[in-house]
């Protein structure tokens, strides 16, 4: 692939511009197994070369720890990205695979400051909500969220895996820059009220794991035998069992088409992904995780394929077959509330 930045595009009506494509930054510290940090700098270093400028955490990913390693490099390029991090899920030490989701207001004044801390910055780019807590009036904490911003610590506001009803319930409170929810080749069922509604209110989709988690690379075919203990897709229905074997079979046509394209797997993956903006007409800025520099090479360079019809249609069923949820509890996602 070539040198060349990748272009930019504008998050929402009201957020910044950022690259095309981001970089969830979660795995450098969290949930799949241990990385290296200076292969995981690097790729930072890297992104930033190909124009990647969002950067995606959240205080969750290692109860910190990855906001605290992402500090240097945020405070060696501030003028040149977008820090993007979250609040509302705080973890057991005893088992950081359990959550409880918290939205109240002393909660996220709480958190903002504790990130605000952790990351050594005066003010946030893009401030999410990461999950919905029911109990609490999305009015109440949007609310807060805006304090926050008109008070200069954070710039724009986001929201993740808020139903459409949600998200029109927080933009009468304020402007939303972008909702960042899982979408991939297998995980599409924000495509039936969310993303309607983003287009419709002016606000980006910023997907999450649009590589199905590393499924659709191949770089494995069953997380109990492929991947290590301390790795979250162990818990994931669709990635074990008898639903992984059948997935497995599903990826195929992904092949055939990266086969057509001289492409990775994972290229055309991401460019079906890229693709929706144009597909759906609202901006649609992807976050692939790595933590590798020849990864983050492949990802950025599918940023520049474009499918046809015909493969678009080729790849069109692949959803509807998978077999599992996304989560072994569905009802933090929107797909669980709609």
């Known amino acids: 692939m070539t040198d060349s930045r990748i ?3 504008r998050l929402g009506d009201d957020g910044p511009e950022v690259g ?3 970089l969830g930054c979660m795995g450098m510290s969290f949930a799949y197994g241990p990385a290296d940090a200076e292969e995981s700098r690097a790729t930072l270093e890297r992104a930033l070369e190909l124009g990647v400028t969002l950067y995606d955490t959240a205080d969750m990913y290692g109860a910190g720890e990855n906001e605290r390693f992402l500090s240097p490099f945020f405070k060696a390029h501030r003028d040149e990205v977008v820090i993007a991090t979250k609040f509302a899920i705080s973890t057991s030490p005893d088992d950081p695979f359990k ?3 918290r939205n109240d207001p002393p909660y996220i004044r709480s958190c903002v ?7 050594d910055v005066d003010v946030i780019d893009l401030y999410y909500m990461h999950r919905r807590d029911v109990n609490v009036p999305i009015e109440e904490s949007v609310g ?7 008070e200069g610590k954070v710039k724009h506001l986001g929201l993740s895996e808020v139903t459409a009803d949600e998200l029109r319930a927080a933009r009468a409170v304020h402007p939303i820059a972008a909702v960042q929810s899982e979408w991939s080749l297998f995980s599409r069922d924000i495509e039936a009220h969310v993303v309607p509604a983003a287009k419709e209110l002016g ?3 910023v997907p999450y794991s649009p590589l199905g988690r590393g499924f659709l690379t191949g770089s494995f075919s069953n997380a109990e035998t492929d991947l290590t203990d301390q790795d979250f897709r162990r ?3 669709r990635f074990t069992g008898e639903n992984a074997a059948a997935n497995v079979a599903l990826l195929e046509p992904i092949r055939s088409v990266a ?3 001289g492409a990775s797997p994972a290229q055309i993956a991401l460019a079906w992904v890229q693709q929706q903006a144009t597909v759906r007409g609202l901006a649609v800025v992807p976050i692939p995780g790595t933590t590798k520099r020849h990864r983050i090479e492949e990802n950025v360079g599918a940023a520049r394929i474009v499918l046809t019809e015909e493969e678009l249609s080729l790849l069109e069923p692949i959803a509807a077959k998978v077999a599992g949820d996304r989560y072994s509890d569905m009802s933090f996602t929107s797909a669980g509330r709609e």
Do not use: D, F, N, Y
Not at 144 to 150: K, N, Q, S
């Open 203 to 205: 606000v980006a989709l």
């Open 259 to 261: 086969k057509a394209h």
């Open 20 to 22: 095309v494509q981001g």
């Open 235 to 237: 818990t994931m229905p």
């Open 99 to 101: 959550r409880v989701i």
């Open 144 to 150: 807060t969220m805006a304090e926050l911003v008109r």
């Open 7 to 9: 272009t930019q595009v």
């Open 113 to 119: 400051e504790a990130s605000l801390k952790r990351l």
